[in-house]
């Protein structure tokens, strides 16, 4: 029998898979633990559009467990694409609507990456682990670049 805190998790965990959930050979696998009044979320693998609304799934159910917010381990993650960043930016705008935040602690060079060519990277930034994030941050346009400063 499943304490109340393990029951609440089992979207998270199956049996055969301890650490998390996995939902194709190819699907992340997301390990939540409770940190306090946040929840520390890694995932690893890839995320692409056919599994990204398992891991938002995932993400969201962590993010109503937690009384303060998420902090996102991605540095084991091998792949993320757009899909992977709406699910990161959707998960956020809940977030902020339930006066919680997410950041992202660690990542891996490719999503990293992402985050700096969509300058989407400082919405999950914050200077302390409970100091939220702006959304006047999401309102304001990023600068564009100047000529010859394209990558």
């Known amino acids: 029998m499943l304490s109340g805190t393990q029951q609440a998790w089992t979207a998270l965990y199956l049996r055969d898979e301890p650490h998390g959930i996995r939902i194709a050979p190819s699907a992340p696998l997301v390990e939540a633990h409770d940190r306090g009044e ?41 792949f993320c694409d757009a899909a992977g960043l709406r699910v990161l930016l959707q998960v956020r705008e809940s977030a902020l609507e339930s006066g919680k935040t997410v950041y992202i602690r660690s990542a891996s060079p490719l999503v990293t990456r992402l985050l700096e060519i969509t300058r989407t990277g400082a919405l999950f930034a914050g200077t302390t682990p409970h100091e939220p994030a702006s959304r006047e941050s999401e309102h304001r346009p990023a600068p564009l670049p100047r000529r010859g400063e394209l990558a």
């Open 38 to 78: 946040r929840i520390s979320v890694t995932v690893y693998g890839d995320v692409d559009i056919d599994v990204a609304p398992a891991l938002h799934d995932a993400l969201q159910q962590a993010l109503r467990r937690s009384a303060a917010g998420l902090d996102l381990e991605l540095e084991p993650l091998r």
